[in-house]
């Protein structure tokens, strides 16, 4: 168990890179792309139109901040949320809770910029590089990830 222990930073980059490519993935077009489409489904799922845009750009630069370790807390908690909101307005949890295919990919979205929101970027990150081992650091004195 102590060798994973010792990976941890290691897990958790990957984790940021592989959300970060995730959520730009689906921010850009949002962004620079299918613009008009997007407004678009979000009125009709009962959603403001300019919705498309924030969303755009939480998933966009969000995944950006998470792939360089970057206020990745903050970009986990914004993606976490609006996610959760994605999930609720889009329904499909709450029609049908046993379709978990239906949902099941923003759900584990979801739950790992969650994961990144509480556990931070780690110490492979500029979060630790521009702020230091003091932000890192919690009121008992141990290092947090």
Not at 80 to 93: D, F, M, N, Q, S
Request: glycine residues 12%.
């Amino acid at each position: 168990m102590q060798a994973l222990e010792k990976l941890k930073p290691l897990a958790l980059l990957l984790l940021r890179f592989g959300l970060g490519v995730i959520f730009i993935y689906h921010g850009y077009p949002k962004l620079f792309g299918h613009t008009r489409e997007t407004v678009e489904s979000f009125v009709r799922i009962g959603l403001p139109g300019y919705l498309a845009y924030v969303s755009g750009l939480i998933e966009f630069f969000g995944g950006c901040m998470l792939i360089v370790g970057l206020f990745a807390r903050v970009a986990g908690l914004l993606l976490t949320i609006e996610l959760a909101i994605g999930i609720w307005k889009v329904g499909h949890l709450i029609r049908n809770p046993m379709a978990v295919s239906s949902y099941e990919s923003p759900l584990v979205l979801a739950a790992s910029a969650f994961a990144l929101a509480t556990f931070g970027a780690g110490v492979v990150s500029l979060d630790q590089v521009l702020f230091g081992p003091a932000r890192a650091t919690s009121r008992k004195g141990r290092i947090k990830d």
